[in-house]
């Protein structure tokens, strides 16, 4: 009995477990068939759209980027397709070793390494990078034959910027270079839209032009949808859009005239601005020193940089465009201007000059160069009376003087067609308490820190660009324009041109006769003032004003022959001026860092610029080697016709064909 018992004992637990190994082979079994439900039915146009994407790849096609042409069609910047061999990081498990195995296959310097590591530093290791550009037919023939050595190294063909005339107008153009992760970053807060045109693009402008016009210059990207094998090789090509190059921007600068001042600077600092009044064009706009911009294309090189960076004359600085300097005695005629319009001294009014002012227990001097004697209002300008402008200057007030001559551009942007422009400094009461706002003690305006402001000195601090503006404004009877470099821009596609008027501002209501009194009196400048020698014998009619600012300022009791022996403490030498006296068609403002005499350094280049616009004049080459040492006044010599003169860079045998296509620029354009 006991044996039977304990057999359907065993039979019993037999079949329990029978059925729980049963029911839960059914229960894997159900949950296997609700899976492949819940994929084929319900999951079944997710996993298809997934699918299809794991064999298809869209892959960008980067535009050409646009060209950039000055006004008679002569290409700034360019663009040429060249190979690169480039590296995955995250595909190369050894990568010193890889990077020196293939240095024994291509060269690879120290430079192009240590730009690999920077790179590295500012990218993500799946992202494809150069670690050398440029390559010969030969080393790529080289590489091809071993690449299956080099995993995750590849050969890419690329396009490059280039700017052929190296440094002729650097700051004004730019450059291009790689995206950053700061620029990455900002990308995130674009329209979709942007973001899509902006993929697979590697490189957008970083200064200049180049960075303003960075929309313009891009185009728009293009797409290629390929299928792919399991491998990740391409086996057809689905789809195509085509990308469209960028639009090429034809600026209103005269390259030729740009090299030509940048020549007559030489190794000098300093900056000049070139304008047409009758439309805000800009026809030269330069700053010196200045720098290649093809150095930036690759990936600057560290010592490249650090001589850049680290350069005292500081050729990335955009003087035209962010250097202040004190006006000196070319702020003379602006005060004038104020004067008459605010009612405060008439031109006949006459002031004895004794060659010194006395205010408040201290005295103001004049020039050695002046002389004594009643001197009005023009001759107080034609001979740059110091005395003068001190008095007015003092029956004004600082604040007057601020709300007569803000309107014409001084002590704020102009809003040019370029980023990072400054707003230098017309001062007035409250931007002394704004300025010194953490300084209550140094809040106070004093009455005697308005006297030096009548001469352009004091606080006074202002671009070349701002001094350009301002007399074109006067000069044009008041009418104002936005200053403006891009001039068309072309849609390459459609072959249609865009114009880019520059914006008229508001005019100012200038009286014809104030006018006359100071175009007069600079045009008198000319013939019986400070560059009545520069500009002795010139076939036109020109007016303008020199001037001499102080670097630094001098300690009491110090005197300017104990400081000037520092190269980096002289003077300034400006020079402002427009010609034809009426019916102007250029104004321009220049500096000349440290030279002395506004008549010695400044006004010679002016006279030139002239005679260029003009005359259609080109100086001889002695002529252009005294100018560049402050030696010139009137030109020397013969000049030279532009058809004698090639571009820079250019062969000899260009220069008819280039000066032909330059010679509508003389007189410059049309309103």
Known sequence: MTVLKNLEQELSRFRLRLVVAAGFVLFCFGLLVARLVFLQVIQHDSLLDRAESNRVTIVPIVPNRGLIKDRNGVVLASNYSAYTLEITPSKVLDLEATIDALAQVVEVQARDRRRFKRLMDESKSFESLPIRTKLSDAEVARFTAQRFRFPGVEIKARLFRSYPLGEVGA???????????????????????????????????????????????????GFEQMETSAAGRAVRRLAYKPPTPGNTLQLSIDIRLQALVEELYKDRRGALVAIDPRNGEVLAFVSKPTFDPNLFVDGIDVESWRDLNENPDKPLLNRALRGTYPPGSTFKPLMAMAALTSGKRSPSVVIQDNLTYS?????????????????????????????????????MGVDLIHDELEPFGLGRRTEIDLQGEVSGVL??????????????????????????????????????????????????????????????????????????????LQPLPLKPADVEVILNAMHGVTLEGTSRLVFAGAPYTSG??????????????????????????????????????????????????????????????????????LAGQYPNEEDIALTQIGKSTAPLGKPRSLAEVALPGAPASAASASASASAPSRGASSP
């Open 359 to 395: 205010f408040g227990g201290r005295t103001f001097g004049s020039p050695e160069t002046d002389r004594p004697g009643p001197k009005d209002m023009r001759a107080a300008i034609v001979s740059s009376s110091n005395v003068y402008f001190y008095s007015l200057a003092n029956e």
């Open 427 to 504: 001062p007035s009461q409250e931007w002394k308490r704004r300025y010194f706002a953490r300084s209550p003690a140094n809040q106070k305006w004093f009455a005697g820190e308005t006297i030096s402001l009548g001469i352009g000195q004091g606080y006074n601090n202002f671009t070349m660009l701002q001094l350009a503006s301002a007399y074109a404004t006067i000069a044009n009877g008041g009418t104002r324009f936005r200053p403006r470099l891009v001039r068309e821009i072309e849609d390459v596609v459609k072959h249609e041109q865009r114009r880019v008027a520059s914006d008229a």
């Open 544 to 613: 303008g004003k020199t001037g001499t600012a102080q670097a630094v300022g001098l300690r009491a009791g110090e005197r300017y022959r104990d400081v000037k022996a520092d190269e980096r403490k002289r003077d300034h030498s400006l020079y402002v001026a427009f010609a034809p006296v009426h019916q102007p068609t250029i104004a321009l403002a220049l500096i000349v860092e440290n030279a002395g005499w506004g008549s010695t350094s400044a006004a010679p280049i002016a006279r030139r610029v002239f005679d260029y616009v």
């Open 171 to 221: 700051h004004l153009i730019g450059y291009i270079g790689r995206i950053n992760q700061a620029e990455k970053k900002a990308m995130d807060d674009w329209e979709e839209e942007d973001i899509a045109n902006y993929r697979g693009t590697e490189y957008i402008g970083k200064l200049g032009l180049e960075q303003s016009y960075e929309r313009e210059l891009h185009g728009i990207t």
